[in-house]
């Protein structure tokens, strides 16, 4: 229970079941919602209120409070000799004999002679081995200032500010990015739904050019091979409108796991609005592009936070100051009294530090390169996608009005294999023409439909890539 209970909960997939056409916009708005992707950049901005305290907080005290109750047991068997070496205490009496000298005789000058030993028996005691018990309770206060260290704190408060500012703009430019890649996928869906349509048309013009050369067949019209060649291409249409269906759901499968729902969603796409090139202004395109594009406003804020990291790394030459105050008490005692929660002994102190690091061997100097470094690498960033930035707008412009222009072409290229289609198909009906001919006529109209599908996924996704480059929707 204790491990399931800490383990992470798995995400849920919606399934999404729909008979009405879903547009773009919904489509962008359920990848909004359940992107992976996305929702792991949006975690970023969880960090932006407590990382705005915690720059605030740096300027105020820091306070602790501390309270400890504790008892000891002491217990010394051993003691040390004036002479350094260790001795224990005697635990049990002690019987010890000397001897003394005692004079039997007295010789008249009064000196003693004839003297003898004497044994005397002397008892030493035990002594009990010192013992006790200690207890101790204190409580105590602290708090300290730093009043002065050369503006870090301010520094810091701003680099969050700045960093709060690139967590938001990050969302919105995924938010952007997957945008652009939602509405390609859509594309190419739609483009996909048009491609097995056109596979069926192809199958039902192969089916009907089956029944006319097998009714030809029966008149005498035609021979039995004409008959077969018209099966077999009705085959290989059968065959090609099950490869294409099969591609389809692998594009829709691509679509619902970008959008991060369950790959066995099932829903129409209602088709996207399109437009020319000939609706756009190239400058003003370039003009929005520099005033849309998050990817450029997050490079300017990566080199402001940069610059911001320099400033506050320079603090480390400054000397600091600090305030500390503190206030304890506490009691010791026996074991026989309780701990209190109101120790008698007290004790203030009040202190202010100076504190000037004059030298660490050389470490703030490498830490002020690198941020030098890193502040000089995120300028050129920037600078770099500003040079590009025009580019990627006039690239996609003329790239998109290149598409369109051979969209046209291919526009009416179809429609000049379809009406030569359908001429051939009544010329074969009258027999002015071969199966061969009809044939030709299937082929080319097939690759003509499927130059022209293939050009208009194009020109979508040019469509799309010049949206991405001007930072904005354009239809």
């Given at each position: 229970?204790?491990?399931?209970?800490?383990?992470?909960?798995?995400?849920?997939?919606?399934?999404?079941?729909?008979?009405?056409?879903?547009?773009?916009?919904?489509?962008?708005?359920?990848?909004?919602?359940?992107?992976?992707?996305?929702?792991?950049?949006?975690?970023?901005?969880?960090?932006?209120?407590?990382?705005?305290i915690n720059a605030v907080g740096s300027f105020l005290?820091?306070?602790?409070?501390?309270?400890?109750?504790?008892?000891?047991?002491?217990?010394?068997?051993?003691?040390?000799?004036?002479?350094?070496?260790?001795?224990?205490?005697?635990?049990?009496?002690?019987?010890?004999?000397?001897?003394?000298?005692?004079?039997?005789?007295?010789?008249?000058?009064?000196?003693?002679?004839?003297?003898?030993?004497?044994?005397?028996?002397?008892?030493?005691?035990?002594?009990?081995?010192?013992?006790?018990?200690?207890?101790?309770?204190?409580?105590?206060?602290?708090?300290?200032?730093?009043?002065?260290?050369?503006?870090?704190?301010?520094?810091?408060?701003?680099?969050?500010?700045?960093?709060?500012?690139?967590?938001?703009?990050?969302?919105?430019?995924?938010?952007?990015?997957?945008?652009?890649?939602?509405?390609?996928?859509?594309?190419?869906?739609?483009?996909?739904?048009?491609?097995?349509?056109?596979?069926?048309?192809?199958?039902?013009?192969?089916?009907?050019?089956?029944?006319?050369?097998?009714?030809?067949?029966?008149?005498?019209?035609?021979?039995?091979?004409?008959?077969?060649?018209?099966?077999?291409?009705?085959?290989?249409?059968?065959?090609?409108?099950?490869?294409?269906?099969?591609?389809?759901?692998?594009?829709?499968?691509?679509?619902?796991?970008?959008?991060?729902?369950?790959?066995?969603?099932?829903?129409?796409?209602?088709?996207?609005?399109?437009?020319?090139?000939?609706?756009?202004?190239?400058?003003?395109?370039?003009?929005?592009?520099?005033?849309?594009?998050?990817?450029?406003?997050?490079?300017?804020?990566?080199?402001?936070?940069?610059?911001?990291?320099?400033?506050?790394?320079?603090?480390?030459?400054?000397?600091?100051?600090?305030?500390?105050?503190?206030?304890?008490?506490?009691?010791?005692?026996?074991?026989?009294?309780?701990?209190?929660?109101?120790?008698?002994?007290?004790?203030?102190?009040?202190?202010?530090?100076?504190?000037?690091?004059?030298?660490?061997?050389?470490?703030?100097?490498?830490?002020?390169?690198?941020?030098?470094?890193?502040?000089?690498?995120?300028?050129?960033?920037?600078?770099?996608?500003?040079?590009?930035?025009?580019?990627?707008?006039?690239?996609?412009?003329?790239?998109?009005?290149?598409?369109?222009?051979?969209?046209?072409?291919?526009?009416?290229?179809?429609?000049?294999?379809?009406?030569?289609?359908?001429?051939?198909?009544?010329?074969?009906?009258?027999?002015?023409?071969?199966?061969?001919?009809?044939?030709?006529?299937?082929?080319?109209y097939a690759q003509a439909e499927t130059e022209h599908?293939?050009?208009?996924?194009?020109?979508?996704?040019?469509?799309?890539?010049?949206?991405?480059?001007?930072?904005?929707?354009?239809?």
């Amino acid at each position: 229970m204790l491990l399931a209970g800490t383990a992470p909960a798995q995400p849920q997939f919606p399934i999404i079941h729909s008979e009405t056409p879903l547009s773009l916009d919904s489509l962008i708005a359920l990848g909004y919602q359940y992107n992976p992707a996305l929702r792991q950049t949006t975690l970023d901005t969880r960090l932006n209120r407590i990382g705005r305290i915690n720059a605030v907080g740096s300027f105020l005290p820091t306070v602790s409070v501390g309270a400890n109750f504790s008892q000891s047991h002491y217990r010394n068997p051993t003691y040390t000799n004036p002479d350094g070496s260790t001795a224990s205490y005697p635990t049990n009496p002690v019987t010890e004999t000397t001897y003394e000298i005692q004079w039997q005789d007295t010789l008249p000058d009064g000196t003693f002679s004839n003297p003898r030993l004497v044994p005397v028996t002397v008892t030493i005691p035990g002594v009990g081995v010192p013992e006790g018990d200690n207890r101790s309770s204190n409580w105590s206060l602290s708090l300290s200032e730093t009043i002065f260290e050369g503006g870090r704190r301010i520094g810091q408060y701003r680099v969050a500010k700045t960093q709060e500012q690139i967590n938001n703009l990050s969302v919105v430019d995924g938010k952007k990015v997957l945008a652009a890649q939602i509405a390609q996928q859509v594309t190419l869906v739609l483009t996909q739904e048009k491609l097995v349509d056109l596979d069926k048309k192809l199958r039902d013009q192969r089916q009907d050019a089956y029944n006319l050369a097998k009714a030809r067949y029966e008149v005498g019209a035609v021979t039995e091979l004409d008959v077969l060649q018209t099966q077999i291409e009705l085959g290989k249409a059968e065959n090609v409108i099950t490869s294409a269906q099969r591609d389809l759901e692998a594009q829709r499968e691509a679509l619902n796991q970008l959008l991060g729902i369950d790959l066995s969603s099932q829903y129409p796409i209602a088709s996207a609005a399109e437009a020319t090139p000939f609706e756009f202004e190239l400058d003003h395109l370039v003009s929005n592009a520099y005033a849309n594009r998050t990817d450029l406003h997050l490079a300017e804020l990566t080199v402001k936070r940069s610059k911001q990291n320099l400033t506050m790394n320079r603090s480390e030459y400054c000397p600091t100051a600090t305030l500390t105050y503190q206030y304890s008490r506490s009691q010791q005692s026996g074991k026989n009294a309780d701990w209190t929660l109101d120790p008698q002994n007290e004790n203030s102190y009040y202190g202010l530090s100076l504190r000037w690091n004059l030298f660490d061997g050389f470490s703030r100097e490498y830490t002020m390169a690198t941020q030098r470094v890193a502040r000089d690498k995120a300028i050129e960033s920037e600078r770099q996608l500003s040079l590009q930035l025009e580019r990627d707008v006039r690239d996609a412009y003329y790239n998109l009005e290149k598409v369109y222009n051979q969209l046209q072409i291919t526009a009416r290229n179809r429609d000049l294999a379809e009406r030569t289609l359908n001429l051939e198909r009544e010329r074969y009906r009258l027999g002015a023409t071969s199966a061969l001919g009809l044939r030709d006529a299937q082929v080319i109209y097939a690759q003509a439909e499927t130059e022209h599908l293939q050009k208009s996924l194009e020109y979508q996704s040019s469509l799309i890539a010049l949206e991405l480059a001007v930072g904005t929707k354009l239809r």
